[in-house]
């Protein structure tokens, strides 16, 4: 007969222990895992379907409209790089917009997906937004699970996929890596991991210009754990955090030749520009004294619920460098000018403005808000399909 040693503490072998702690590990993970990922699979499923049923016999192909719009010039990027240097101008000396306008990390991350898949550019970039898509909304729950609970977690990402344009998380644009990057930073800075902190800021802000929140708030929340202990290893993070953002804004104005080469080029292109709020105001104000399109209207009354939801927020005290974050993205989004139908896109990533609502479910009773959230999450989803197919929208 076998002699097994047994363990002192459990009273079970120790042969038995060493394989019961994988396996208990791995059961950790899965529930880690698995109702975020359910969550974000049923979302995108409905999305897609509802694309499906929307979508009008003789415009684009769903998969066409998915890589419409910037998509197309992120596209470009991923295929065929930047364009020579220069100032792109026209033939009297005007700017031009380019595709200098678009920052690197997702085309980037769209031709590795092509070089090591063989896919298509366009099925790549579905692919790498998907993929991005599904990692943030694991990070956003173990996030916020952190911060308050589990429920709020799972809530705060049903909102965040319910929002009217959270269908852009499964285009060819770069919310869902950028998603991605920003709570990673924000969660490896809650549990002191600064070196995962730096990569994830110099990453998102390697993919959007609104990087520079998450470089922010991951000083604010450096200072905030200086102030509890001298330490150089914040500081030296919140600073690598930092320094994407700039180091791309430079490295376009010297391959155009002016150090305001990018913002000269988002004018010449887009139309955007810091305003600090002008051009949202006027639109606001005229869509809500006599709109007379319900789409523009409700596109009003969004950036309207998102300004009030971040001010409620606040109210209950978030974590400072979330509440930084969120209120850096949504004043970027509402304080330049630009297609005002770009706006709810915007405020995808914000976070801040839902947190007050994922709480309130969070706290009511169950038979009261899983109705609400599903509510939300099938009605955004059909606003997002009904810009997409039938109003054209640009995003």
Known sequence: MTDYALDPHSGLPAAG?????????????????????????????LQLALLAVLHRPGTLPIGRLLLSWDGRLFLEVAEHGYPAAGAPR?????????????????PALVRLAHLLTGLSFGDAALLVSRLSGALAAVLLHRLVARLYD??????????????????????????SVFLACAVGALLAAHRGAWRAAALCGVLAGLTRPSGLAVGLAVVL????????????????????????????????????????GWFRIQQAGWGAE?????????????????????????????VVAALVGCLLALLGRPWPPMALYGLLVTGLAVGQSDFSSCKPRLLVPALLFLLPAARALAAARPRTAWPLAGAAVLAGSWYGAYLLTAWQAVV
């Open 150 to 175: 589990r429920r709020t977690g799972f809530f705060l990402l049903a909102l965040v996929l319910a929002q009217p344009m959270a269908v852009v998380l499964g285009m060819a644009y770069s919310e």
């Open 274 to 302: 810091l305003d600090w709020g002008a051009h949202s105001w006027d639109y606001i104000t005229d869509q809500l004294a006599g709109g007379t399109g319900w789409v523009d209207v409700s596109v009003a009354l969004l």
């Open 17 to 45: 222990l060493a394989t019961a702690a994988p396996l208990g590990r791995a059961r950790r993970w899965a529930r880690e895992l698995a109702p975020p990922l359910l969550l974000y699979g049923a979302v995108c499923a």
């Open 221 to 260: 929340a450096a200072v905030l754990t200086i102030r509890q202990g001298w330490s150089w290893r914040p500081l030296l993070a919140a600073l690598i955090a930092c320094s994407a953002t700039p180091g791309y804004l430079l490295w376009v104005g010297l391959r155009t030749g002016r150090l305001d």
């Open 90 to 106: 026209d033939a009297s000396g005007a700017w031009l917009g380019s595709n200098l306008a678009f920052f690197p990390l997702y």
